[in-house]
């Protein structure tokens, strides 16, 4: 079976090596191809990086630039092109399946497969994109950009052969907009991580780490990790978060690993942090996980939103598979039914009373019994976000393809 995966994608995305291409690799059995194709705009480093991984691993990767501006008109424009390339090197590479990513690969995919009679489609419909926009890029959910979305979103549902999807939640939406009878060619999978890099480590490497940021074993670490604008990611009240902590225990310090380390910045200057009691970095994706196992307690405080229940956050999975207890806003994704006490807290506000709770919950409760606390947050990090778990999963969703491709 030859797949083709399509994807559309801004700078800085670096899920195809950290998240697809290993699962890809596990899943491919003897005989099978795996192609990736890109739209991306702005990164020409990152492709030449993705390409290499790719290549090592056996298989295809190409990259496109994208049409922008004026945004409606060019995205329209480009979907027919992609629509274009896809019937091209489908003939030329004898594709058996089309894999698109989201919404507008979706769209190129729906009309290429009217000229490729007998390719089957398998939807990565990965969220709720039109919802996103609408939630966190002031789309109004009236405008004829988030209907037309909408309405590639249901139609790609109905045409797919399978659909995969982050969340049970989303199962159900997607199922419901498209007007399913049932929802059984959904398949939920998690967004695994490799958990011999993404582990707790001995104490020895715990300190090490620790040592490196200048700080002892005993210092309260509360670690953030990835993107960290306001409206989703509510930078503000995580540096109010810390604050409470510092002011519990004076040792306190906050490590933020992010890509855009000067919106950490201007969030720590705006909340009176002390410049010595906080860490940004902007490190290479494989040192993030000593960095993670190193603390004691994991944040994501995104913003709840109908889009975000279909979100499985990457971030939330590699805390627990590190041993950080993760403390979040309730909402998100499958979140709420993952978490109990022995794994972190779910927080249905972040007002300053509820702030106030969760850093005594932290300082009392957590630090304590750190170590139960670690192994308990390890077992249910390899319970659920484990890559064997995703390559099982990914696995039932390209055997399901392959009776449709050979049937």
């Known amino acids: 079976m030859r797949a083709l995966f399509v994807t559309w994608d801004g700078p800085g995305s670096n899920y195809h090596e950290s998240l697809f291409l290993p699962i890809f690799a ?11 194709l890109q739209y991306a705009w702005g990164a020409d480093a990152r492709s030449a990086s993705v390409r290499e991984a790719a290549q090592r691993l056996g298989m295809r990767y190409v990259a496109l630039p994208v049409w922008r501006t004026p945004q409606a ?5 480009m979907i027919l092109k992609g629509a274009f390339d896809l019937v091209r090197y489908v003939r030329r590479h004898r594709i ?6 989201s919404i507008i690969p979706a769209g190129m995919a729906l009309l290429a497969l009217r000229f490729l009679p007998g ?25 004829r950009p988030y209907r037309v979305l909408r309405s590639v979103e249901a139609a790609t549902v109905r045409r797919a052969d399978v659909v995969i999807t982050r969340t049970y939640r989303a199962k159900h939406i997607l199922a419901e907009r498209a007007g399913l009878a049932g929802a059984e060619k959904i398949i939920v999978i998690s967004n695994g991580r490799d958990t011999d890099a993404f ?16 700080l002892s074993d ?18 503000s009240r995580l540096m109010a978060f810390f604050r409470r902590v510092l002011q519990h225990q004076s040792t306190a310090h906050f490590l933020v690993l992010s890509g855009s380390p000067e919106l950490a910045e201007v969030a720590a200057s705006a909340a009176n942090i002390p410049v010595g009691s906080y860490t940004i970095r902007t490190v290479f994706p494989s040192e993030v996980p000593r960095y993670l196992a190193a603390g004691d307690l994991g944040l994501a405080f995104i913003q709840p939103s109908l889009s975000m229940t279909a979100a499985g956050p990457i971030k939330a999975g590699e805390y627990l598979l590190c041993g950080l207890p993760v403390l979040s806003t309730s909402g998100i994704g499958d979140l709420d039914d993952l978490l109990d006490a022995e794994t972190g807290r779910l927080l249905g506000s972040l007002d300053d009373s509820a702030l106030d709770a969760a850093a005594g919950w ?8 750190r170590e139960r606390h670690r192994a308990s947050c390890r077992v249910r990090g390899l ?12 696995r039932e969703a390209f055997d399901r393809i392959g009776e449709a491709v050979f049937a």
Do not use: C
């Not at 008109?73 to 424009?77: D, G, S």
């Not at 058996?96 to 990513?101: A, E, G, I, S």
């Open 218 to 235: 005993e210092a309260p670490l509360l670690v953030y990790a990835g993107s960290l604008d306001e409206e989703k990611y509510n930078a």
């Open 96 to 101: 058996d399946v089309l894999m698109p990513r």
């Open 383 to 394: 319970e659920h976000f484990g890559l064997d778990r995703s390559v099982a999963q990914y």
């Open 26 to 36: 596990k899943i491919r059995r003897p005989g099978d191809e795996i192609h990736l």
């Open 362 to 369: 932290f300082i009392e409760e957590v630090l304590p019994a």
């Open 119 to 143: 390719v089957k489609l398998l939807f990565d419909a990965d969220g709720l994109m039109a919802d996103e926009r609408a939630d966190f890029a002031g789309w109004s959910r009236d405008g």
């Open 73 to 77: 008109p060019a995205t329209a424009l």
């Open 199 to 214: 582990q707790p480590g001995t104490v020895a490497e715990r300190t090490s780490t620790r040592q490196r940021l200048g």
